[in-house]
């Protein structure tokens, strides 16, 4: 057999394993809990098949933990962590990650900020790649001439940003649906705020959020459960000490209106929301199955046949919801010709009311579940998806059995449960709208 012959044969039985493992991992995935001796909370897969690690630990840093003077502090923080920790130099980091070929990674969004590795299993991999990460979540040192670079291409980035049409757009609509509320703060921060920040503003957002009560450790691969309990001790041991973050406050409905904003840009991009649901929300998968009818199904949803298939006003159109630990936005986004965005918008808002009112058809119901179902495999189809899935069910403490329920839970769902959640939770003449790029009158 020839060399190339032999590559192609064992890239062939790596993705047929790879089908047979997640064929298997669909039927049962064991999560294993325990609280470190630190008090982070730990969730762990055991995954002996491939020689890989991964791991991630989770803070409640998100965007909703900064202030409106401290914009961009808690993105900030999560972004400076491996540019110098425990008394290496960000290229000291770097070179020792490539030194054993492991890839550190992040997260962040209005809930959470997190740190992820993956790393070979092997012992010395495994050793020194897990020193870089302990150093990093636990020392990190935000180097003043780091910060200040940084600062310099954040603000750059942002003045570029606020250039585009689609920041623009989204920075609107977050304003107007979240108002005062922390969820309207933008990640990145807003030019001034990042600009004001100082070393001690990092050090002490670090101290107060990155503490052992606030984390959630997620372990998947190939380590015993005694060597997940030391990883999870060794990265959680020497962070600050601390309470749980405070709860958020809940989310008010906001004043409807529609914001046109003036824009050079051929197209006009128009988005929609409304408050949607929480992580742990009782009527999750009534709106999730519902919306893939609605708009997140592609060329099959309402959307996308009205808009685009039948009247060709948008190339593409979407919604969807943004689960959160309080009420995360229902967004509708599309883009159109300036000429035609208002027609665009009415209909947008028509198809939406006419779904509020009478819900998916039998028909669209049945193709939703077949579809949603049909494609969760390959959603749980590597460890580095279901570490994703780990640290979303510690951290917003979903039930163990969430992946192996996940199936259940949707084809549970009927016409008459779409309909109730969708007219309780969406008012389509309450949705604050944002249209950016307008024809100019003459």
């Known amino acids: 057999m020839s060399r190339n012959s032999s590559t192609h044969m064992m890239r062939f039985l790596f993705v047929l394993f790879l089908g047979i493992y997640s064929q298997q991992t669909l039927a049962?995935?064991?999560?294993?809990?325990?609280q470190a001796a630190s008090g982070a909370q730990v969730y762990f897969v055991q995954s002996?098949?491939?020689?890989?690690?991964?791991?991630?630990?989770?803070?409640?840093?998100?965007?909703?933990?900064?202030?409106p003077d401290k914009s961009g502090r808690a993105g900030l923080v999560l972004h400076l962590m491996d540019l110098?920790?425990?008394?290496?130099?960000?290229?000291?980091?770097?070179?020792?990650?490539?030194?054993?070929?492991?890839?550190?990674?992040?997260?962040?969004?209005?809930?959470?900020?997190?740190?992820?590795?993956?790393?070979?299993?092997?012992?010395?991999?495994?050793?020194?790649?897990?020193?870089?990460?302990s150093r990093v979540i636990q020392h990190p040192e935000f180097p003043v001439n780091v910060l200040e670079r940084e600062q310099a291409r954040i603000i750059a980035g942002l003045k570029e940003a606020d250039t585009k049409p689609g920041a623009i757009a989204d920075r609107a609509l977050?304003?107007?649906?979240?108002?005062?509320?922390?969820?309207?703060?933008?990640?990145?921060?807003?030019?001034?705020?990042?600009?004001?920040?100082?070393?001690?503003?990092?050090?002490?957002?670090?101290?107060?959020?990155?503490?052992?009560?606030?984390?959630?450790?997620?372990?998947?691969?190939?380590?015993?459960?005694?060597?997940?309990?030391?990883?999870?001790?060794?990265?959680?041991?020497?962070?600050?000490?601390?309470?749980?973050a405070d709860a958020l406050p809940p989310v008010s409905l906001?004043?409807?209106?529609?914001?046109?904003?003036?824009?050079?840009?051929?197209?006009?991009?128009?988005?929609?929301?409304?408050?949607?649901?929480?992580r742990d929300d009782p009527d999750y998968f009534p709106l999730l199955v519902g919306n893939h009818v609605l708009g997140s199904g592609g060329f099959t949803s309402r959307l996308m046949e009205e808009i685009r298939q039948k009247r060709g006003l948008a190339y593409s159109v979407h919604s969807h919801f943004v689960p959160l630990k309080e009420k995360g936005p229902f967004e509708i986004g599309l883009q159109t010709r300036k000429e035609q965005?208002?027609?665009?918008?009415?209909?947008?808002?028509?198809?939406l009311a006419d779904f509020v009112a009478a819900g998916p058809t039998e028909k669209e119901l049945v193709e939703a579940k077949q579809n949603i179902i049909g494609s969760f495999p390959l959603r749980i189809d590597s460890n580095k998806k279901i570490l994703g899935y780990l640290a979303l069910i510690g951290f917003y403490q979903l039930p163990l059995t969430y992946l192996d329920d996940y199936i259940k839970a949707v084809d549970r769902v009927t016409v008459a449960q779409i309909r109730d959640a969708f007219q309780r939770r969406i008012d389509p003449k309450g949705m604050v709208t944002v249209v950016v790029g307008v024809m100019e009158k003459k």
């Not at 049962?28 to 325990?34: C, F, G, N, R, S």
């Not at 965005?341 to 198809?351: N, R």
């Open 28 to 34: 049962t995935l064991p999560i294993q809990h325990w």
């Open 48 to 67: 002996p098949d491939l020689p890989i690690l991964d791991v991630s630990v989770d803070f409640s840093a998100g965007s909703s933990t900064d202030t």
């Open 84 to 133: 110098g920790a425990g008394g290496l130099s960000e290229d000291q980091i770097s070179k020792a990650l490539a030194d054993v070929g492991a890839q550190l990674g992040a997260h962040f969004d209005q809930d959470r900020a997190g740190i992820t590795l993956r790393t070979l299993s092997s012992a010395r991999e495994r050793k020194q790649a897990l020193d870089i990460f």
């Open 174 to 244: 977050m304003k107007m649906l979240y108002g005062s509320h922390p969820y309207g703060l933008r990640g990145s921060g807003e030019i001034d705020t990042v600009k004001a920040l100082r070393y001690e503003d990092l050090v002490n957002f670090y101290r107060s959020n990155y503490t052992a009560a606030n984390a959630v450790v997620a372990i998947m691969g190939d380590v015993s459960r005694s060597e997940a309990a030391d990883i999870a001790e060794s990265l959680t041991k020497d962070l600050p000490q601390g309470k749980p």
């Open 254 to 278: 906001p004043v409807p209106e529609i914001k046109r904003i003036p824009h050079p840009a051929t197209q006009s991009h128009i988005l929609l929301a409304y408050p949607g649901l929480k």
């Open 341 to 351: 965005s208002e027609d665009a918008l009415a209909l947008t808002k028509k198809v």
